[in-house]
């Protein structure tokens, strides 16, 4: 068996005292905590490793002796083998350093007092390594490794993949790495302990550098608690005005839960609700969703505050409304040529006159009625930006979401003429499908869900007949006008995907957790690595553990904010399907713009 | 005698499976052949009575003759709609009437809704086809002439290929449907819409209601049946004779080749039909194997 002895670099060079720290169960391994000094009275370091215990839920305890004697001390053996009767353990670990020497020595005693390992039985962990002779004959000996750790960094490091909250007891326990690093995170208040205090102990552990430069962060803390109240009350104000019941009420609802801008407020509102709670995060991941969320808002209302300011600098807004009429007026004169070109023989196919001039009407007269209409806002245009550029200050998203809305509106006629186009051509699809069934004498059994023969009656049959060949004769001027049309909502639809993409993006990418990662590596770790530090004969092996960072794609999968864009969406093939079937294709259901 | 040349045991051989003989699996005796039958249940059919059934084939074929020809007369204005008309209502009201006169023979009032639904279905036939005449005049304009054409061609002959010859009665889906597909392809082609009415009308007479008519003669007056068939080739070779002879001709070599020569060409092949069933098992599929194909 190996015995495995996480020491932390801190105590490399601690004075001679007492080893406090935790067995792991069930694995053969041991942390090292701190180390308290000589001299002591037992039954207050008895005390205050209760007092830890209770304050962190570690069950600390004494697992030996350190000993680094300095010039002019020595002669402790026979001191610090008595220790362990004072604080009685089944395993007693007796550390020692000799000044010079870089590798540690460590004898093991069991509870009888019995040595059971020599100090040049070390040795034989690295023969053993190098010989690769088998544990046969060395199998009542126990070896030691030594794992030096950096305290600070283990501390404050998440390991990767982070456990759920309520851990099953039925499933294994957590692995000996898990562990550890559990028990020296939650064992924070053991470092509490000044060195510079005037306490009865005296011991070595990582301790802060100050705790005078938190008092920035205390005062924050302080000042975020009125702050959050006032948020608190804001927003239950607002919830109060969404519930109003005028809003319920059926146009208002559906026209709210289809604007884009309505969307983003609604998720703004919650995120605010999460943000402003005053709880605080309990547990891992709810402080790093805080987090991401917090620093999301500020980078996106900085990011609007910037833009903003670029809008109402040089009157860039009358520039805008000024190009954004005549814009539309040109697409819409675009359409009318279009339309023109398709009335004729558009690319040389013959269409049915008769069908094809009816249906270039009806959509002229559309186009008619859609340019008077922007001549009647065009006055309103610039006032409509003006104040909707005064939303980009609640955030960049907001100012994204507002210019999906109005291209959404701007877009109105072409969606209309997509619809019309699509519900005409979803009609003949589907009567052709049927009436050529019922031209080879078939039928759709609904019941069984499949394609029965039946005998039809004779004027089912002639009408049938005489519909089918309408149909079928009509269908290429239809399928030419969907085909135009469905073309044109598509360039819509990619752009105003594009808006909801990016809008996503600033809504859900993990900003602090990136920095986190970015700035400290350790705090997110996937793993740890092993490096050897010493191989001096007759010592122990001397391990460094150095922390694996996690990668920068997991930490963007593992802690992307769930937005709406997370839902499940339509696959290419069923977009495709949906086209040619001449079902309505919608931007706000996320389904023809998420390309991945 | 085995394929496998054993020798002849004192056992005899019998023919099981669940006893232990001295006898290769694959062994058959002499007896194997005795039992050994040709040509099962052959009916031997007479030249004369091939003939008078292949007639109704070439009836069919001379009705598309008489259909293709009325609607060249109507393309070159040769006969006017409201004479079609008015011919077709006669036609329509005289094959009623025999209908009903041979339909009382045997079962004269087992479906009480006779009159009034053939009254309701003619007024939606005509109702609809008028509606629609003026769509169906403009349907094809921009299709070129060449296409509509052939579309009608392979229309009618989809629809002489599946035409139910042995029972007309209810038409068959696929035939009706092709035949008026064509017609429509055809009457879209006339330069008016009462064109485009008077043609639909007749092709409705023609290939929906006249094969009704037909198989209740076929089955009540079965020796008129073969005087009208030959009628009504005469009429659709004769037809399409006056507007041209060439295709008249072939007609008349396609009829004379479908009544005459296939019958004598069928009665003069079953000589050699050698058809043998013997004590072998042979692999019959008399079940229903569609539910496997799933």
Same mark, same amino acid.
């Not at chain 1, 319920?248 to 943000?275: A, N």
């Not at chain 1, 903003?308 to 539309?328: G, I, K």
């Given at each position: ?6 020491? $932390? ?66 002669? @402790? ?18 550390? %020692? ?63 990767? $993949? ?26 924070? $208040? ?81 995120? @605010? ?34 833009? @903003? ?8 807004? %009358? ?26 023989? #558009? ?17 002229? !007269? ?39 809305? @109005? ?12 619809? !019309? ?58 399928? =030419? ?26 809504? %859900?990418? $993990? ?37 694996? #960072? ?33 079902? =309505? ?12 | ?63 598309? +003759? ?26 329509? *009201? ?24 053939? *009254? /309701?279905? +003619? ?32 229309? *009618? ?22 035949? *008026? ?61 006056? /507007?041209?002879?060439?295709? +008249? ?46």
């Amino acid at each position: 068996m190996v015995l495995k002895v996480f020491f $932390p670099q801190c105590c490399n060079r601690a004075d001679s005292g007492l080893l406090v720290g935790r067995w792991i169960t069930g694995h053969d391994s041991a942390v090292v905590l701190a180390v308290i000094h000589y001299p002591f009275i037992p039954g207050q370091v008895k005390r205050y490793i209760q007092q830890m215990q209770a304050q962190s839920g570690v069950e600390l305890s004494v697992l030996g002796s350190w000993s680094l004697p300095k010039e002019g001390q020595e002669g @402790m053996e026979s001191f610090l083998r008595d220790l362990s009767t004072i604080f009685p353990q089944e395993r007693w670990l007796q550390i %020692s350093r000799e000044i010079g020497k870089t590798g540690f020595i460590c004898e093991i005693m069991s509870q009888n007092g019995k040595k059971v390992q020599q100090e040049a039985k070390n040795k034989s962990v690295e023969e053993e390594k190098d010989t690769g002779l088998g544990d046969g004959e060395k199998e009542d000996e126990e070896k030691v490794i030594f794992v030096h750790y950096e305290q600070r960094k283990v501390m404050l490091s998440q390991l990767h $993949p982070t456990e759920t909250g309520d851990h099953d007891p039925k499933s294994e326990p957590p692995s000996e790495l898990r562990q550890m690093f559990q028990t020296v995170a939650q064992s924070k $208040p053991l470092f509490f302990l000044d060195k510079y205090d005037d306490g009865p102990l005296k011991s070595t552990h990582w301790q802060s550098e100050g705790r005078e430069a938190s008092i920035i962060v205390e005062l924050l803390k302080q000042a975020t608690v009125p702050l959050c109240l006032l948020v608190t009350w804001l927003l239950s104000i607002w919830t109060w005005i969404c519930n109003i019941k005028i809003f319920s009420f059926w146009p208002l609802h559906f026209l709210s839960s289809k604007l884009s801008t309505c969307v983003q407020l609604s998720y703004r509102t919650e995120h @605010m609700r999460i943000l402003s709670s005053p709880k605080p995060a309990v547990g891992h991941t709810q402080f790093m969703r805080k987090a991401n969320i917090l620093v999301s808002f500020l980078v996106d209302v900085a990011l609007g505050i910037l833009l @903003m300011s670029w809008l109402y600098r040089d009157n860039h807004v %009358s520039v805008l409304a000024n190009t954004l009429v005549p814009v539309a007026d040109h697409v819409a004169k675009e359409l009318e040529e279009l339309l023109q070109w398709l009335m004729g023989a #558009p690319a040389g196919l013959k269409m049915n006159r008769a069908l094809d001039q009816v249906l270039g009407r009806f959509f002229l !007269y559309h186009i008619h009625l859609w340019i008077s209409y922007i001549h009647l806002m065009s006055p309103f245009i610039e006032g409509i930006l003006w104040y909707g550029g005064l939303s980009a200050c609640l955030g960049l998203t907001f100012a994204l979401s507002l210019l999906s809305d @109005m291209v959404a509106l701007l877009t109105f006629h072409i969606y209309c003429f997509y619809v !019309y186009g699509a519900r005409l051509y979803c009609l003949k699809i589907y009567g052709l499908s049927s009436l050529w069934r019922l031209f080879r004498g078939k039928k759709w059994n609904v019941l069984r869900q499949r394609v029965d023969s039946c005998s039809y009656d004779l004027d089912q049959l002639f009408i049938g007949t005489l519909l089918f060949t309408i149909l079928l004769f009509l269908l290429p001027t239809t399928a =030419l006008y969907y085909l135009v049309f469905t073309l044109l909502r598509l360039v819509v639809v990619l752009f105003q995907g594009i808006l909801h993409l990016s809008v996503d993006f600033i809504n %859900s990418f $993990p900003l602090f957790a990136l920095g986190l990662r970015i700035c400290r590596p350790y705090r997110l770790a996937e793993g740890v690595k092993f490096s050897v530090l010493c191989e001096e004969p007759g010592t122990a092996l001397h391990l460094l553990m150095e922390i694996n #960072p996690l990668k920068g794609s997991t930490v963007v999968q593992t802690y992307r904010t769930p937005t709406y864009s997370c839902y499940p969406r339509d696959s290419w093939a069923a977009l495709i399907k949906k086209l040619f079937v001449g079902e =309505l294709i919608y931007p706000w259901r996320h389904k023809t713009t998420k390309t991945d | 005698m085995g394929p496998d040349g054993a020798p002849g045991p004192t056992v005899p051989w019998r023919k099981v499976l669940w006893e232990r003989q001295p006898f290769p699996d694959n062994y058959v005796d002499q007896r194997f052949l005795e039992e050994l039958r040709r040509n099962e249940g052959i009916r031997q059919y007479c030249y004369w009575a091939v003939v008078k059934e292949a007639g109704i084939v070439g009836q069919q074929l001379s009705c598309v +003759a008489i259909f293709i020809t009325l609607w060249l007369y109507m393309e070159q204005g040769l006969l006017p709609p409201e004479t079609l008309l008015w011919i077709s209502l006669a036609s329509a *009201l005289l094959g009623y009437g025999l209908h009903q006169a041979l339909t009382s023979h045997d079962e004269s009032c087992s479906e009480p809704h006779t009159h009034l639904a053939d *009254l /309701q279905s +003619a007024t939606i036939f005509l109702s609809f086809t008028f509606g629609f005449s003026p769509v169906f005049k403009t349907l094809t304009e921009s299709v070129s002439t060449d296409t509509v054409y052939a579309m009608s061609a392979v229309m *009618l002959l989809a629809h002489l290929v599946s035409f139910p010859y042995a029972q007309p009665s209810p038409p068959g889906s696929l035939s009706l449907n092709a035949a *008026l597909f064509a017609s429509v392809c055809l009457a879209s082609r006339l330069p008016g819409t009462l064109h485009t009415f008077a043609m639909l009308s007749c092709a409705l007479l023609v290939f929906a209601l006249w094969p009704c008519l037909l198989q209740r003669l076929r089955e009540n007056a079965s020796r008129q049946f073969t005087g009208v068939c030959v009628g009504v080739c005469i009429a659709g070779v004769g037809g399409l004779g006056s /507007q041209s002879p060439g295709g +008249a001709v072939l007609l008349a070599l396609a009829l004379g080749c479908v009544t005459l020569l296939c019958p004598l060409l069928l009665v003069m092949l079953q000589r050699h039909k050698d058809n043998i069933h013997g004590p072998w098992d042979e692999a019959e599929i008399d079940e229903d194997i569609s539910r496997f194909l799933h």
